[in-house]
């Protein structure tokens, strides 16, 4: 099993994410990470013959439905409010 440097460790983290810590706070983060590795270790001994990858734990399906119009060509009701209209479309001005 190899031994994790964490004063080196703590360097390269703060300029991967470019910020400065206290001593304090690299001791702080160090054993958080510790923490974290130790938790990784014990979920390596779990017995996963058998069980079959996940992405989610809850089954994924497709949720869409049917389109279906429900508000029909309205367009003579939405040009009726246009300053100006032409073959059946709002008028604008030219933008360059």
Known sequence: METI???????????LSQISLTEEEKKQTAEELEKILDYMKKLEELDTEGIEP????FPVQNVFREDVVE????????????????????LVPKTV
């Open 5 to 15: 440097r964490w004063d080196e460790t703590m360097e390269y983290l703060e300029i």
């Open 71 to 90: 508000n029909g060509d309205q367009r003579e009701a939405m040009l009726q409010n246009a300053p100006e209209k032409k073959e059946g479309q709002y």
């Open 54 to 57: 996940m992405s989610h734990v």
